[in-house]
Nanobody, 123 residues
Framework: QVQLVESGGGLVQAGGSLRLSCAAS????????MGWFRQAPGKEREFVAT????????FYADSVKGRFTISRDNAKNTVYLQMNSLKPEDTAVYYC????????????????WGQGTQVTVSS
């Protein structure tokens, strides 16, 4: 329904920062709530952050609250994840996803997914 492409991943030192971007196609970007999820090797995919259609509300996993910030620019069809104070346990493939629900933290409710971008945090 919407095509998503993540970028901005890479290698960073613990305590450093990284900004992920997710570019969406189409003229209906503002109809989707957006989310970020991550999956580390050998672990299940987990929720990271979500933002409502117009950016009026955000919600974060406890593990990243206070360190990560999700935002969106509907004029640019882009959602961002600013990651500060990175820890080795943040190492994972990060995925951007879109849902027609007004709000969700459940990956089963997100119908469109990007390819993922690798984030590696060294200690």
């Amino acid at each position: 329904q919407v095509q998503l492409v993540e970028s901005g991943g890479g290698l960073v030192q613990a305590g450093g920062s990284l900004r992920l971007s997710c570019a969406a196609s189409g003229r209906t970007f503002s109809t989707y709530a957006m989310g970020w999820f991550r999956q580390a090797p050998g672990k299940e995919r987990e929720f990271v952050a979500t933002i409502t259609r117009r950016g009026g509300s955000t919600f974060y996993a406890d593990s990243v609250k206070g360190r990560f910030t999700i935002s969106r620019d509907n004029a640019k069809n882009t959602v961002y994840l600013q990651m500060n104070s990175l820890k080795p346990e943040d190492t994972a493939v990060y995925y951007c996803a879109a849902t027609l629900r007004a709000f969700s933290t459940d990956d089963a409710e997100f119908g469109s997914w990007g390819q993922g971008t690798q984030v590696t945090v060294s200690s």
